[in-house]
């Protein structure tokens, strides 16, 4: 009933489409198509859960801070779960890096937490998909939610974060199904006296699923 109030009329026509201003609005479209509106099992890094809005919250919150009391203190690489004991999981890891403090009024590193190196990041991202993987039941599907970056004199260089994502989800047995796009045109962008690409105001949503297991 919450799904229904809150898709409205393109809900029962199933008009969903792949680009959304706000996070509730296009998750609540994924489940719609891949969870036949069930809602999602799990986030193993819920932070305070401000993705999901009122009526999308997960089964089941863990994060390595809990922010909120009804979530679960648990690292996403290493999860107390059981082997193949989830039908799905919404991963919204943070995506910055910088091998500095905070200069220049860099505003969203002084806000969320963030790696030193891309190979650093790249290298949580592989181990989480990994655990993933392993507590996924067979044909589960896994969201993340990821941006890619830039950094350097000029913006520059520029880091394709979700090709990279997908190369890896795909060697570890996932397939890709599908992939949402998120705008915000209000996000916080530092000053720079050179610009050496665009400046990014979105983010994507890759939908996965864990496919089963070959043998022999």
Do not use: W
């Not at 069930?38 to 009122?54: E, H, M, Q, R, V």
């Not at 999860?79 to 910055?96: A, G, R, T």
């Not at 520029?158 to 996932?174: K, P, S, V, W």
């Amino acid at each position: 009933m919450a799904q229904q109030t809150l898709m409205g009329q393109e809900q029962k026509i199933m008009r969903f489409v792949s680009v959304y201003d706000s996070d509730e609005k296009i998750l609540s479209a994924i489940n719609q198509i891949y969870l036949e509106g069930i809602g999602f099992g799990l986030d193993p890094t819920y932070s305070k859960g401000n993705i999901y809005g009122k009526y999308l919250q997960p089964y089941s919150k863990y994060d390595i801070e809990p922010q909120t009391p009804d979530t679960k203190k648990a690292d996403c690489r290493k999860l107390p779960l059981k082997d193949k004991s989830e039908i799905s999981i919404v991963f919204d890891p943070p995506f910055l890096f910088r091998n500095r403090k905070a200069v220049n009024n860099d505003k969203m590193c002084g806000r969320f937490s963030y790696f030193k190196t891309f190979e650093e990041l790249i290298q949580m991202y592989k181990d989480s998909l990994k655990e993933f993987h392993r507590v996924l039941q067979d044909y589960g599907i896994l969201v993340f939610k990821c941006q890619d970056m830039t950094d350097g004199s000029g913006s520059r260089p520029f880091y394709d974060t979700h090709c990279e994502i997908i190369n890896m989800a795909r060697q570890i047995g996932f397939s890709l199904r599908d992939i949402g796009i998120l705008v915000k045109t209000n996000k916080i962008i530092r000053k720079a006296k050179e610009q050496g690409c665009l400046r990014k105001v979105h983010s994507y949503y890759i939908v996965l699923r864990r496919e089963p297991t070959k043998t022999g």
